[in-house]
């Protein structure tokens, strides 16, 4: 299954219809999206079952997780199994919250087919902001608070109305636990990069307008659902533990929330042990949790996006390649010496041609595309003929 083209949500319904036992309950369900960074904004791991064709990205990671907790929460509440019903139902979802609106272009290039306008839809969750070319290469924040969207969904299959309060009601209980957890610790850098990404991932809730003060309490007098506030204290024990230490203020912030949860301690201790565990395991991939500089994250970033989609295209353009012999001849000649400008325009040129070619390619079109070229050249070789590289080592 390949989550950056078109199609990907049919396949995953074909990969679900035998999976009734995957999930007992909402309560597994949750624990697995935990496991997998899902619930606390960090898009690491999808289920077994999705059998990826390629070392999957950290969007196309959330895509699967978002749509893989959508629809076991709608087995767990509807009893169905029917897929189209299930699309059409988060379809009809997220266009009573006016979120993702489909454009008229985006009408055009998905086709009538619901599956198609909604992986347009998802795809609007995903990303927060930024440029087509950014975008397209995965640079942009991923959104942070998907998990909102699984909780609310449930309680739009149970008829609560009207849904879009709700929505507001979450996101804004969320965002003041968060900051009150941030303001029981000494603020650090990534805290604050914490806060940042949750703030830009809010959707239901006027950023601009709300006031975060840190207090909750009269908040949680509102009827929130055990899964909930489950979900509220994993967001305060996320923002108090990122700095791996939990000092005498902080402990008593979390067994505070605690009580106004009505968890007991053993459960909150269990709930900050998870935290634990899973930054022990995943820190060193928790992106916001590194200090490399922007311009060094933008061409790893870049590069890591590029070769994806050499690889995900390679056999198309090994043979695009191999019939433009003069093309083919100059990129063999810039893997062990460097090209005349002639020579490098000429290369610009003509791989513009050949990627026209190959519609997934179409991004390098794109203004400003041209500066992706030469990531593409160091990547090349694993596309060429063997003869071509003396040095190259065939992987068993």
């Keep these: 299954m390949n989550p950056s083209s078109s199609g990907w949500i049919n396949k995953f319904g074909h990969l679900v219809k035998n999976e009734d036992l995957l999930f007992p309950n909402f309560e597994s369900l949750y624990h697995e999206l935990k496991k997998n960074g899902f619930v ?7 289920s077994d079952f999705i059998d990826a064709e390629h070392t999957l990205t950290e969007d196309e990671i959330a895509k699967i997780n978002l749509l893989t907790a959508l629809y076991f929460t709608y087995r767990f509440e509807k009893g169905g199994t029917d897929f189209e019903t299930f699309v059409n139902t988060v379809f009809n979802y997220y266009q009573s919250l006016e979120v993702g609106k489909i454009s008229f272009l985006s009408k055009i290039l998905s086709g009538k087919h619901t ?5 347009k839809l ?11 070319f950014n975008r397209a290469f995965g640079n942009s924040l991923t959104n942070s608070l998907l998990y909102v969207d699984v909780l ?21 209980a969320t965002m003041n636990i968060a900051y009150h957890a941030l303001n029981s610790k000494d603020v650090d850098k990534r805290d604050t990069r914490l806060i940042q990404l ?5 959707t239901y809730v006027n950023s601009d307008e709300a006031n975060f003060d840190g207090s909750y309490r009269d908040l949680l007098k509102q009827k929130f659902t055990k899964c909930e506030k489950d979900y509220f204290m994993d967001m305060a024990c996320l923002t108090i533990w990122e700095d791996k230490a939990l000092d005498p203020t902080e402990k008593d912030f979390i067994l505070g929330l605690g009580e106004d949860l ?3 301690k053993k459960e909150v201790k269990s709930t900050l042990k998870n935290v634990q565990i899973f930054f022990k395991k995943n820190s060193g991939d928790v992106a916001y949790l590194n200090d490399k500089n922007l311009a060094f994250q933008f061409y790893e970033g870049m590069s890591k996006n590029v070769s994806k989609l050499i690889l995900r295209n390679s056999k198309r353009l090994k043979k695009e390649l191999t019939e433009s012999k003069e093309l083919l001849s ?34 390098f ?22 003869a071509f590289d003396d040095n190259r080592i065939e992987e068993k």
């Design 198 to 202: 949750l703030d830009s991932s809010l």
């Design 330 to 363: 100059l990129l063999s000649k810039s893997t062990v010496k460097e090209l005349s400008p002639d020579e490098k325009k000429k290369v610009q040129n003509q791989l513009l041609d050949v990627f026209k070619s190959i519609p997934s390619l179409a991004i």
């Design 40 to 46: 606390y904004g960090i898009h690491l791991n999808v």
């Design 262 to 264: 009505e968890m007991s």
């Design 152 to 172: 609310i969904f449930r309680t739009y299959l149970q008829g609560y109305y009207p849904i879009m309060k709700h929505a507001q009601l979450l996101e804004y």
């Design 365 to 386: 079109m794109l203004p400003g595309g041209a500066v992706l070229l030469p990531i593409f050249i160091k990547l090349i070789p694993k596309l060429l003929p063997s």
């Design 115 to 119: 599956e198609s306008q909604l992986e």
């Design 122 to 132: 998802i795809d609007s969750r995903i990303y927060l902001g930024g440029n087509t």
